[in-house]
């Protein structure tokens, strides 16, 4: 067990907090100060450089008068809803590769799974894009061909506000790219073989082997996933903004709150409103976090 | 036994891996630190300036190599090492990358200016001072002697900000908008190559196109636009209004800015001086012609409209100058470069026609500025000189990217000849009243869109009952402009008041006292144009509500 | 795992079930190779198979667009991650075997950060790296990487190190073993399979981010692949075919990299889940 060193024999052990001292100095520095600065900016008209003006709750009252920034929350709903349906795929994937029964297919197949993973995540959501193009993608080709289309037809994926958000979400198709079915794969590698045979003598059929055995026993990685895919869905802004830019897409309709936050404040200068979402965005990320800890705790 | 021995074969690899990886690591990191001090190992005795922008049009950059080229050599004529470094960053990603390195402290030295007038003021160095002086580059010119700004074609006019009084930037090129026709396309469905005159004429060359593709099963687009920002159906209501109310020009006293002007508009109308139907016969119109824009105009973007015209299935498409190099240089077919038809004397609205706009006078954009935390100004206002000079100007534009070139008495060839500025028979275009605060301009174009899309029959009716409905929303904006414009009077007015403490005070040479007191001028007139902006924008307001109460609602 | 062979139907699904993943994942990848030999006609014509002749010359403009950029990208990756897990050894090191006052606060202060929307902080620490004057460097890049990556870091290595058996801790103690001894010589070994895992998943992150270095960076010379890409996008007359080579080209050392560390990777991947 480790060194139990109480506050009377502090003086002879002090150096030892050195050596939490380069780690601890670094993230006060760049993320504590970050952190308390921007919420002292919420009260400032701050432009990124000279003007700093007090406004006291100028910038609040914005935030809350403005409509586009809860639609873009509306917006970022959708896009968790979605990610939830979103990680069925690799669960499936995970308990699909787990029972080959190939061994050198299944060692082939885990070694694909990785393949996405490694390529920049950057070039698939260009492909999408390519693939969203309306005259030269390949999406639209494919409905022609397969006669959906009229040849004098263009569908506008990203331009038209009907179909930019679905376009979104269903971008990155099957969404196995996360390490998520390697972790889930791991998971269900542990399982011993006694359990297996238990069931099959009780005759379990595979359905049921996967809900009473398998679901429960990866459960606590779906969770651990399922928090974060919760946490970064809410600030992830970049695929939209690599989708249709920094305007959000037509009339702004696809704008996420981090896509407004980068918005307001790195092109329009509003530095003091960008802290205020900022914070905003925290705080929704604090109460989605309590929730959803609350809630899985229940179903224990 | 044989499993050990895959195991140590794949430690082997793996262990090669590491080390290739690490050797990779190691030339990067020397790539990187002579990358970082900026070439300062290998040349220490040289100047480097960075010019920056994201014009990424054919030719533009090609230009400018070929002007970076021989900067660099008449400087080195003269025993100085520069070097000049052009960065392209694309039109999207540009305002944020402008704001972020102005903010981070070190800008590029001469970089395309976008933002707010606030922020021009805030970080970029005041030009007035060197535009007053004939440029140098200008020697042996018909401008030898010409002071820089009278030299640009607007007397860089354009290059005012108007909020602060002051020059932060520099132009370098001009524009006008015309009509790009696919001539074999017109052919080929009307059987003549000649480019319609007149509006009717346009809309029934149209027709046929539309004719001409239903019969050979081709999708073929008439008018091709520029939906997603609302561009083209912005200028040609611009322009068809301006051809039926040009005069009301005269009425303007020319002394506030335009969209603060529209409440003398609104006055005459509400005096009934002035016809509502003259007003909104433009709604009609573009009505008329939408009816030729392709299927879901609204979501298609420049790009996939130059893609379709290049493929040979748009006929016409009205489009800024700017662009006339790209689109003759990728097409497969001769292109004919029009002005977009008058209304002419065929019309329904004949009687409300004016003139075409004449487009003398017209400004120059494109303007870059040095920001004030540049470390090398003087060769940064060297190179704006060079490359805004009578003879290097028109190389870049008229050679290179076949721009229309700031400067004046520029010669027009080639493609330039279609898209010089022409002399109309009306006067100066004329700012729509609509226009008086840019969210009800936007729901206006939005207005147009809508019906266009339902072929609308009263199109002048339902788009005066939008504006009328609009009208609250209205007011409120242009109140928050008011509270902006007050807000940078009072920080100019520091700076005047400062300036002048400053003249009374100080004891300074004849020049720079000749300096203080043109910048002094500069500051007081931008204070009276801003304060008669407000106050016409308090007029507008009062029309405003005069309006909606007559209209009953 | 040996079972008994059930069905031949259902094993069948199984593969054709991961096939169709297969296809589907790996289809922009294939479209991408395709197209980056084409020029525009044959790309127009048809971006489906490969056709002659092919073009190689699109690789050749791909890679002056990107080329460069990738010593870039490999220099602050590496950099970052190896100060990265090395600050943060000792920071876990520290957490693990002593049980100070106030150790749990100072451990809280890091957890409490894993849950911080960054996006929250990109205003803030923008201001901070301007004021430092970092702006335009890669040092700036390097330094937000190292403290972001302290967090998730320090609390996957402190598990592990307290997992190491207290035996060994003690024997190289009475060697006369010092702090940094022990590190070196012992802890380090024995969690190689983590260390690997986190440093590659911390490479694969900062090469994708192309948040910081749009932000930070003003210079194309020092710029960063992902971001390079975004520009290259972003062209007007867009050249499919040299736009796919760019983006291959982008790929390529990443997978070349993974090619190499791929049992290291998937051995830390499988202790490290089980741990989580």
Redesign the interface.
């Known amino acids: 067990m480790a060194v139990i060193i109480s506050s009377r024999k502090l003086k002879y052990y002090w150096s030892v907090y050195l050596l939490v001292a380069i780690p601890l100095v670094l993230v006060l520095i760049f993320n504590y100060y970050p952190i308390v600065n921007g919420f002292i900016h919420i009260f400032y008209r701050w432009d990124g450089d000279m003007v700093e003006e007090f406004c006291g709750l100028d910038n609040l009252r914005k935030v809350m008068h403005d409509t586009g920034l809860w639609r873009a929350f509306g917006v970022v709903s959708i896009f968790i809803v979605a990610n939830l349906f979103k990680m069925v795929i690799p669960i499936m994937a995970a308990v699909v590769l787990h029972h080959i029964i190939n061994e050198r297919a299944a060692y082939a197949y885990r070694v694909m799974f990785v393949v996405p993973m490694v390529v920049p995540a950057m070039v698939f959501y260009l492909m999408w894009k390519y693939f969203y193009e309306p005259n030269a993608g390949v999406l639209n080709e494919i409905l022609r061909a397969a006669g959906l289309l009229k040849s004098t037809e263009i569908i506008q994926w990203l331009s038209s506000e009907a179909l930019v958000i679905p376009s979104l979400v269903f971008a990155g198709f099957p969404w196995v790219g996360a390490f998520g079915v390697l972790i889930y794969l791991a998971g269900l590698q542990n399982i011993p073989d006694e359990i297996y045979e238990a069931a099959e003598i009780d005759g379990a059929g595979a359905f049921r082997i996967f809900r009473q055995i398998e679901l429960p026993l990866i459960m606590t990685q779906v969770r651990i996933n399922l928090v974060l895919m919760i946490i970064g869905t809410i600030q992830q802004w970049q695929n939209v903004y690599l989708f249709v830019g920094e305007s959000g897409g037509p009339n702004g309709i696809a704008s996420v709150p981090g896509l407004v936050v980068f918005r307001e404040a790195f092109s329009r200068g509003y530095f003091g409103y960008g802290c205020a979402i900022g914070f905003l965005l925290f705080l929704v990320t604090l109460l989605l976090t309590f929730i959803n800890t609350k809630l899985v705790r229940t179903k224990k | 036994m044989s499993k050990n021995n895959i195991d140590d074969s794949?430690n082997w690899?793996?262990n090669?891996?590491?080390i290739?990886?690490g050797l990779?690591?190691l030339?990067?990191?020397v790539?990187?630190f002579v990358?970082?001090s900026g070439g300062k190992l290998l040349a220490p005795s040289q100047k480097t300036i960075?010019f920056a922008h994201w014009n990424?049009?054919?030719g533009f950059r090609e230009g400018y190599a070929e002007a970076i080229q021989r900067f660099e050599d008449y400087k080195a004529k003269q025993g100085q090492k520069v070097k000049v470094i052009q960065?392209?960053?694309?039109?999207?990603?540009y305002?944020?990358?402008f704001?972020?390195?102005?903010?981070?402290?070190?800008?590029?030295d001469v970089i395309k200016l976008s933002?707010?007038s606030?922020?021009h003021n805030?970080?970029f160095v005041p030009l007035s001072a060197y535009i007053g002086k004939p440029n140098p580059f200008n020697r042996g010119t018909p401008f030898e002697s010409v002071p820089w700004k009278d030299t640009f074609l607007d007397n860089m006019n354009g290059g005012l900000n108007a909020d602060y009084g002051e020059y932060y930037g520099i132009g370098i090129n001009s524009a006008t908008y015309r009509v790009y026709v696919n001539l074999d396309l017109l052919e080929k469905a009307t059987g003549s190559r000649k480019m319609p005159d007149t509006l009717t004429e346009w809309l029934t060359v149209c027709e046929k196109l539309k004719e001409y593709g239903e019969k050979i099963g081709?999708?073929i687009i008439p008018i091709g636009v520029r939906g997603?920002d609302k561009r083209t159906l912005n200028y040609l209501f611009y322009y068809y209004f301006s051809q039926m109310n040009s005069d009301l020009n005269e009425d303007m006293s020319g002394n506030c800015s335009p969209r603060a002007e529209n409440a003398k508009i609104f006055e005459a109308l509400a005096g009934n001086r002035l016809s509502r139907e003259k007003i909104l016969a433009a709604a009609d119109i573009i009505k008329q012609i939408g009816q030729y824009f392709c299927?879901?105009f609204?979501?298609?973007?420049q790009?996939?409209t130059k893609?379709?015209f290049f493929a040979g299935n748009v006929g016409f498409f009205p489009e800024g100058t700017w662009n006339a190099y790209?689109m003759v240089k990728?097409s497969p077919f001769e292109v004919g470069i029009a002005e977009i038809p008058v209304i002419g004397d065929d019309h329904e609205y004949s009687k409300y026609f004016v003139g075409r706009p004449t487009e003398q006078g017209l400004g120059v954009g494109g303007l870059f500025g040095i920001p004030k935390a540049s470390k090398n100004f003087s060769m940064a206002l060297e190179f704006l000189q060079f490359t805004t000079s009578w003879k290097i100007n028109q190389m870049i534009m008229a050679d290179y990217c076949k721009w229309l070139p700031a400067v004046k008495k520029a010669e027009y060839k080639g493609i330039l000849k279609y898209c010089q500025p022409q002399l109309g028979s009306g006067q100066r275009m004329i700012c729509p009243p609509f226009y008086a605060s840019i969210g009800t301009w936007r729901k206006m174009l939005e207005s147009l869109e809508t019906i266009i899309i339902n072929n609308e029959n009263e199109a002048g009716k339902i788009f005066w009952r939008d504006f009328i409905e609009r009208i609250p929303l209205e007011i409120e904006e242009i109140e928050d402009t008011i509270t902006a414009t007050r807000r940078t009077m009072l920080s100019i007015e520091k700076q005047r008041s400062a300036i002048a403490v400053a003249g009374l005070v100080t004891d300074l040479q004849a020049e720079a006292e000749k300096r203080l007191e043109n910048r002094y001028e500069l500051i007081l007139e931008s204070l009276i144009s801003s304060y008669r902006n407000m106050a016409c924008y308090r007029e507008t307001i009062t029309i405003l509500r005069k309006l909606r109460k007559k209209e009953g609602k | 795992m040996a079972r008994r062979v059930k069905n031949r139907f259902t094993e069948t699904c199984k593969h054709l079930f991961l096939w169709a993943i297969y296809i589907c994942t790996f289809l922009p990848l294939y479209l991408m190779l395709v197209i980056s030999l084409k020029d525009n006609q044959q790309f127009a014509r048809n971006p489906w198979y490969p056709e002659a002749p092919f073009h190689w010359e699109n690789f050749a403009v791909g890679w002056a667009h990107i080329g460069d950029k990738i010593f870039n990208t490999t220099f602050i990756a590496f950099t970052t991650t190896i100060l990265a897990i090395a600050i943060a050894i000792i920071g876990a090191f520290f957490f693990a075997r002593y049980k100070m006052p106030g150790s749990k606060f100072l451990f809280f202060i890091f957890v409490v950060l894993m849950m911080y929307p960054g996006v929250a902080n990109m205003v803030p620490t923008f201001k901070l790296i301007t004021s430092l004057h970092l702006y335009n460097s890669h040092l700036a890049l390097i330094i937000t990487g190292i403290a972001s990556a302290q967090a998730f870091t320090i609390y996957v290595l402190r598990s592990f190190i307290e997992d190491i058996p207290q035996d060994l801790f003690d024997a190289v103690e009475i060697d006369g073993g010092s702090v940094m001894h022990q590190i070196w010589h012992m802890v380090i070994p024995m969690s190689m399979p983590i260390i690997g895992t986190l440093a590659i998943l911390r490479i694969i992150e900062v090469w994708n981010n192309f948040v910081a270095p749009l932000l930070y960076l003003r210079d194309s010379k020092l710029q960063v692949i992902a971001v390079a890409l975004l520009h290259l996008e972003g062209e007007y007359t867009k050249n499919w075919g040299e736009l796919m080579a760019g983006y291959t080209i982008a790929s390529i050392p990443l997978i070349i990299m993974f090619l190499f560390c791929m049992r290291l990777f998937v051995r830390g991947l499988s202790s490290g889940a089980v741990k989580g």
Not at chain 2, 298 to 301: L, N, Q
């Open positions: 794949k690899f793996q090669i891996g590491l290739l990886a990779f690591y030339v990067a990191c790539i990187v990358n970082n960075t990424l049009e054919d960065t392209t960053v694309p039109f999207r990603g305002p944020q990358w704001l972020t390195q102005l903010i981070g402290g070190t800008p590029a933002g707010s606030e922020q805030q970080y081709k999708p997603f299927k879901g609204t979501a298609t973007d790009e996939q893609f379709l790209s990728n």
